[in-house]
């Protein structure tokens, strides 16, 4: 009986992924993330403080117009879409307050691994050390906890695709990390100066930017792709709605 509820459960919460749209809709927000780091203006000696604030307030502006958008884009299709073919398994209406802790979420989902990368690295090894090294562990650490994350996810709504998603962006984390150790790791000057951030190595920051962006883009494009292979093959399995039958 457990087992079956368990089941029973699994396929409710899974049905928010049935028609691909989810997948698809944060496969876009990832690549438009991933285009403001690629894209934004490099590091340089100018001071770091202004640089970091900019590039930060356009993530965060670009997350919340896009997970706002991505959510009110959702629920058109779903409601004009899915639930005509497959049924209507919303419940209850989704209040603001749920609406802003998806939303909470989806940034710490983002920013958290990052920090946690960077506490755990400074914990085990020198300041200088895992700086230089950055741009090759960031990537591969950051793809192997986000492919947990999918992993988990897969399990608690009981979807085998997103073990194949979870593989895929750990070999893109790991491919990416390798990839910029075969570059090189950074080195450091011994004359450095606080006032242009030279301590931590302007080679390094932009490397590792660098490396999150592919990363974050790759992903998208992961995501991207599933949600379209998962849509056209609920599409062809529900063809029509039900309205439409006679």
Do not use: C
């Amino acid at each position: 009986m457990n087992v079956q509820i368990d089941t029973a459960l699994k396929r409710a919460r899974g049905y928010w992924f049935v028609d691909g749209f989810t997948e698809m809709a944060a496969g876009g927000l990832f690549v438009i993330l991933a285009e403001i780091l690629l894209f934004s203006e490099s590091v340089t000696q100018a001071p770091f403080l202004s640089w970091f604030l900019s590039v930060t307030s356009e993530i965060v502006v670009a997350k919340l117009i896009g997970i706002l958008a991505a959510i009110l884009i959702l629920w058109w299709l779903k409601d004009h879409f899915t639930y005509p073919r497959t049924g209507f398994v919303r419940g209850k209406r989704v209040t603001a307050t749920q609406v802003l802790a998806v939303i909470r979420n989806a940034i710490l989902f983002l920013f958290l691994p990052i920090l946690a990368l960077l506490a755990a690295s400074l914990l085990i090894a020198s300041a200088r050390n895992v700086l230089a090294s950055m741009p090759a562990w960031f990537p591969f650490g950051l793809g192997l906890i986000w492919g947990g994350a999918y992993l988990l996810a897969g399990e608690w709504i009981g979807l085998r695709r997103f073990r194949l998603l979870a593989v895929m962006m750990m070999l893109a984390g790991i491919a990416i990390g390798v990839w910029q150790f075969m570059m090189g790791l950074p080195t450091f000057s011994s004359d450095t100066q606080l006032g242009n951030f030279q301590p931590i190595g302007l080679e390094t920051i932009n490397r590792t930017l660098l490396s999150l962006g592919f990363l974050i883009l790759i992903s998208g494009v992961i995501l991207m792709i599933s949600g379209l292979v998962t849509f056209l093959r609920y599409r062809k399995e529900n063809p029509t709605p039900y309205a439409e039958e006679s």
